[in-house]
């Protein structure tokens, strides 16, 4: 069986409040929302290629996978600015190198991506306990939905809320909120499971159960330092913190 571990702490970046509750296991949930880059699929191959692609054509040197992945999490314009030396993060020049790499991510985008140990059978295990699922993640819809389909993990959720979907995006509690409405659910009963801080401060903000796996981005950043409800090894090892029906 695989274990879980709880884990708070008091010091965090995100400027959203927080509950302090402390959440109790296994809890009632009747709906879920998983984010997508660093807690589905490992992305960051598809980044690389179009990121150092990028780079090489404005004459830069490219980055390292482990660079690329502390940048991952906050959106493109981010990720990009960090891609780009200091010394060339002029705004006119970020924006060329932005409109650059959406280019080349639109021909790499999923060709490289691998699942996470443990999606599928988690994703499988939650349907089966008729839980409704979405997912919600701060990547632009023109990549996230062909990226799901890509990956064929588009039919496990009734819907996407993408970084462009609604005015905000995690770590701002709005996305939480919103899928909480449109899978007719409420706060206390919906679980988030992702990778970042963004993910955990969203949840907790909005009411909802934090869950967090270790294998993602999170800006290079170690999960056990930050606040949320739990920690899990997986997707499947999701399926210890819910009630049976």
Same mark, same amino acid.
Not at 9 to 26: D, K, L, N, Y
Not at 232 to 237: G, H, I, K, M, Q
């Given at each position: 069986m695989s274990?879980?571990?709880?884990?708070?702490?008091?010091?965090?970046?995100?400027?959203?409040?927080?509950?302090?509750?402390?959440?109790?296991?296994?809890a009632e949930i009747r709906s879920v929302s998983l984010d997508l880059d660093g807690t589905l699929l490992d992305t960051v191959p598809d980044l690389a290629v179009a990121a150092n692609t990028m780079l090489g054509e404005l004459g830069l040197p490219p980055r390292s996978d482990s660079e690329l992945r502390s940048y991952v999490g906050g959106g493109i314009p981010r990720f990009v600015l960090w891609c780009l030396p200091e010394s060339r993060r002029e705004p006119d020049f970020h924006a060329a190198a932005i409109e650059r790499f959406k280019d080349h991510y639109a021909a790499s985008n999923g060709r490289h991506s691998v699942l996470y140990p443990g999606v599928i059978a988690g994703l499988d295990?939650?349907?089966?306990?008729?839980?409704?699922?979405?997912?919600?993640?701060?990547?632009?819809?023109?990549?996230?939905?062909?990226?799901?389909?890509?990956?064929?993990?588009? @039919?496990?959720? +009734?819907? $996407? %809320?993408s970084g462009d979907s609604l005015p905000?995006?995690?770590?701002?509690?709005?996305?939480?909120?919103?899928?909480?409405?449109?899978?007719?659910?409420?706060?206390?009963?919906?679980?988030?499971?992702?990778?970042?801080?963004?993910?955990?401060?969203?949840?907790?903000?909005?009411?909802c159960i934090s869950v967090t796996v270790p294998y993602g981005y999170n800006e290079g950043q170690d999960v056990r330092?930050?606040?949320?409800?739990?920690?899990? @090894?997986?997707? +499947?090892? $999701? %399926?210890?913190?819910?009630?049976?029906?």
């Open positions: 274990t879980v571990t709880t884990a708070s702490s008091e010091h965090s970046e995100a400027s959203w409040p927080r509950s302090e509750r402390v959440q109790q296991f296994p295990r939650l349907r089966a306990r008729k839980l409704r699922l979405a997912c919600i993640t701060n990547k632009t819809a023109a990549f996230s939905e062909p990226l799901l389909l890509m990956s064929g993990l588009m @039919p496990y959720f +009734e819907f $996407v %809320l905000e995006k995690k770590p701002h509690p709005l996305p939480l909120l919103e899928a909480c409405r449109r899978l007719d659910s409420v706060p206390a009963k919906h679980m988030h499971i992702g990778d970042s801080r963004h993910d955990a401060a969203a949840a907790l903000a909005a009411g330092e930050m606040q949320t409800d739990v920690i899990v @090894p997986s997707v +499947e090892a $999701v %399926l210890e913190l819910i009630q049976r029906p």
